[in-house]
């Protein structure tokens, strides 16, 4: 009745519209007693679901059972009917300050049980209203134990503390809170647009990091793609200079030895000829001679024999040396050919004097 009284004063009273709201929601919770109350005939039938409690000269009689029950008239008299059903009990909008000073309006929804008749009619003058106002009490008191930021993460274990305080309050009244839940919270709408900003914020935040993440992601693939390009150009590249060594190399290799070979063996044939001898003295000679015309030219340090300027002498030393290391051939030959060996005396005599000659 004073929410509809209240509601026909906004129609009527528009510029106190703020004060009647704020009165309609302060206004108590309707009592939801069944209309009218069962007359005793005698004869009486108990719906389920449902408690009567009986008083036989004005003092607590007994309870019925739902189904068919006797009394006696004029003596009896049904005091309370109570609804063993599940009650939905909407708990109006309140304020509410949280542990960070900040004001929030919340409502929610109450779901309670009448678990023993006796004390929800005895215990307390009207149960429901107790409980709603024991809601909001609680529900105060647990908002100011958190931030505003838990408010909306805790929701859960919000509404859990709210029904366990109501159960322990409520228990001597024979009422039952089965859950609690916040419908609604509404906040301010300047802590409204600073949320909105903070939110805002983080997911600014949240792309950054997502950009500088994919960023590092695709320049570590690029490092890992240019290590193994290099690792496998690396191996081709060995690869490669094992195949020419085993092949080309290898190949110029044997022709060197084979040329080499033949021209040891052209030059044993020249000198198996006549004056053979006489040519390779002659090859000695001139090459001692430009050995001494590089001397200084690649280091600074350089080894000469005493007598440098006798070239006659170097030349009879270098031929010295190549008539030791060939003496035992020229022994061969010397019993086989007695006439060739006197014949390529005189040659090689003459070469040395045309050396000398040139020379000086």
């Not at 496998?232 to 022709?255: D, F, H, P, T, Y």
Request: aromatic share 4%; with cysteine.
């Amino acid at each position: 009745r004073c929410q509809q009284l209240a509601s026909t004063l906004l129609h009527l009273l528009p510029q106190h519209s703020q004060q009647l709201k704020r009165a309609a929601r302060l206004a108590p919770a309707p009592c939801r007693w069944n209309s009218g109350l069962p007359m005793n005939i005698g004869v009486l039938f108990v719906p389920q679901q449902e408690a009567w409690v009986v008083e036989r000269m004005g003092k607590f009689h007994r309870i019925l059972e739902p189904g068919l029950n006797f009394l006696i008239p004029l003596l009896d008299r049904i005091r309370y009917v109570q609804s063993l059903k599940e009650i939905v009990i909407n708990v109006p909008e309140q304020s509410a300050v949280t542990l960070d000073n900040v004001t929030l309006q919340i409502d929610g929804v109450l779901y309670l049980r009448v678990m023993d008749p006796y004390k929800a009619s005895y215990g307390v003058e009207d149960p429901e209203y107790a409980v709603t106002q024991l809601a909001q009490t609680t529900m105060r008191s647990e908002l100011g134990k958190l931030s505003l930021d838990r408010v909306f993460r805790e929701r859960e274990s919000l509404n859990a503390s709210i029904v366990d305080a109501i159960n322990q309050a409520s228990d001597c009244w024979g009422i039952r809170c089965l859950r609690y839940e916040i419908k609604d919270i509404h906040v301010p709408p300047r802590v409204k647009e600073s949320m909105q900003m903070q939110v805002e914020a983080e997911r600014r935040k949240r792309a950054t990091v997502l950009e500088s993440e994919g960023t590092r992601e695709s320049a570590i693939n690029v490092a890992e793609g240019q290590k193994q390009a290099q690792i496998l150009a690396s191996e081709a590249e060995k690869a490669e200079q094992i195949n020419k060594a085993a092949g080309r190399e290898a190949n110029a290799m044997l022709v060197k030895a084979r040329a080499k070979a033949e021209a040891i063996q052209l030059l044993a044939a020249a000198l198996a000829q006549q004056h053979g001898n006489a040519a390779a003295s002659l090859s000695v000679a001139e090459q001692y001679v430009n050995a001494f015309s590089k001397i200084a030219k690649d280091s600074n340090t350089v080894l000469l024999p005493a007598n440098t300027g006798d070239v006659t002498n170097m030349v009879a030393q270098a031929l010295g040396i190549y008539t030791t290391l060939t003496k035992p051939q020229a022994v061969k030959t010397q019993d086989e050919m007695p006439q060739t060996h006197e014949n390529s005396q005189s040659p090689a005599t003459e070469v040395l004097k045309a050396e000398q000659g040139s020379s000086s």
